[in-house]
């Protein structure tokens, strides 16, 4: 079994800066080819942020954090970051780590089948 665990949240303020970690364990792990990273702010859908493919390493982000997050990973730790610069008021929300067997389908959480408990990011203005 694979468990995910976030950690880095906090309280920031607007234009400020958080790295979000998330250490990945478990014997089946490296069957899991794409990590991605969603949010979810009160009363709104989950949503995609980023993903990074295991062992490609391929970058995929969503519009909105386009040159303000960095989705990376160290392989040899098992563990999978984001770097979230320039923050946003609009960026506070839990954020999740999760893993999946599918690379196509990286911005869709139906197709990420670990999840993180999520981490907490609030944005003062």
């Known amino acids: 079994q694979v468990t995910l665990v976030e950690s880095g949240g906090g309280l920031v303020q607007a234009g400020g800066s958080l790295r979000l970690s998330c250490a990945a364990s478990?014997?089946?792990?490296?069957?899991?080819?794409?990590m991605g990273w969603f949010r979810q702010a009160p009363g709104k859908e989950r949503e995609f942020v980023a993903a990074?493919?295991?062992?490609?390493?391929?970058?995929f982000y969503t519009d909105s954090v386009k040159g303000r997050f960095t989705i990376s990973r160290d392989n040899a730790k098992n563990t999978l970051y984001l770097q979230m610069n320039s923050l946003k008021p609009e960026d506070a929300a839990v954020y999740f780590c999760?893993?999946?067997?599918?690379?196509?389908?990286?911005?869709?959480?139906?197709?990420?089948?670990?999840w993180g408990q999520g981490t907490q990011v609030t944005v003062s203005s």
């Open positions: 999760a893993a999946s067997r599918v690379q196509h389908m990286y911005s869709d959480p139906e197709w990420y089948g670990i």
């Open positions: 478990g014997p089946t792990f490296k069957y899991y080819e794409m």
């Open positions: 990074i493919s295991w062992i490609h390493g391929s970058l």
